[in-house]
């Protein structure tokens, strides 16, 4: 049981994670590399929400606002002139990610910093006592897409981004504000990358680097998935589960790598990913 969870709350994690990526690149087409940044900025505002002796569950809140409004400023300055260059486009959000991860190391040193859990103890599962923070995040996960199912599938935002998706040339015909609709998108991504730097604080060291190693197999996930957020909770279950196994029974340090090199293999036999296979 201990390990079919583990299995469960991992996948989960990894579309927490992947998600923000994922929106962003379903949208716009681009691969925002300034993610992890944005990852390390949420888990940031979760040190300086207990740093001033707040609730730390402020930090969720806290860090979707602050991503979304970053993510903002990037994509009116920064990306939106890119949008017809989208290699320059990749360039620039790496650069942009180095940027931020020097402004916090300026800001808050290159310590690891430590943050109030949200949740603490475990829960008894059919005989097994489990991590309640995980279990929290499995349900976070599940919310998440259900949450996206409803924006893309039942409101005027949602629409609108999947007429983008499919023809942004006839949906700027049809009067839609294609300009805003990124924007929008753009911040939306920001703030979940965010939200999941926040989430992440209980289960992995806080430093301002700890984007980057998220960032690779986030890239590699929306690389599998394509367009489709179910295609992306398939590829983190197969994935997770994948590298959970090989983390238990083989080796932690070959565990790591296992998203990257199972994505790799996948793309190498669907270059179009699992949505479009």
């Known amino acids: 049981m201990t390990l079919f969870l583990d ?36 888990a940031y505002c979760a040190v300086a929400v207990g740093n001033a002796g707040l609730n730390p569950w402020l930090a969720l809140p806290v860090a979707f606002v602050v991503g979304g409004t970053l993510g903002g400023l990037t994509e009116r300055f920064i990306v939106r002139p890119l949008y017809s260059r989208p290699l320059d486009a990749i360039l620039a959000t790496w650069g942009l990610g180095i ?28 005989g097994s006592s489990y991590s309640i923070y995980r279990l929290f995040a499995l349900a976070a ?13 039942g409101t005027r935002l949602g629409l609108s981004a999947r007429a983008v998706i499919m023809n942004e040339t006839l949906a700027r015909a049809l009067g839609l504000d294609t300009k805003k609709i990124r924007a929008v998108t753009f911040m939306i991504g920001c703030g979940l990358a965010a939200l999941a730097g926040v989430l992440l604080t209980p289960l992995t060291s806080v430093d301002p680097t ?58 190498r036999v669907s270059p179009k990913g699992l949505s479009r296979a």
Not at 236 to 253: H, K, N, R, W
């Open 7 to 42: 299995i469960l709350t991992t996948a989960a994690v990894l579309f927490i994670v992947a998600t923000g990526l994922l929106t962003i690149f379903g949208v716009l087409k681009i691969v925002n590399f300034a993610h992890g940044a944005w990852l390390t900025v949420g």
């Open 99 to 126: 940027v931020v991860g020097q402004l916090i190391t300026l800001g808050f040193g290159r310590d690891v910093q430590f943050t109030p859990s949200l949740l603490s103890g475990t829960a008894d599962i059919l």
């Open 141 to 153: 996960a599940i919310a998440i897409g259900l949450a996206f199912t409803f924006l893309m599938e």
């Open 210 to 267: 700890m984007g980057v190693t998220w960032l690779v197999g986030s890239f590699m996930l929306v690389m599998v998935a394509g367009e489709s957020f179910a295609a992306l909770g398939i590829a983190c279950l197969v994935f997770g589960g994948a590298q959970v196994l090989v983390s238990t029974y083989v080796s932690p340090i070959l565990g790591g790598i296992t998203v990257a090199v199972l994505a790799a293999l996948v793309l």
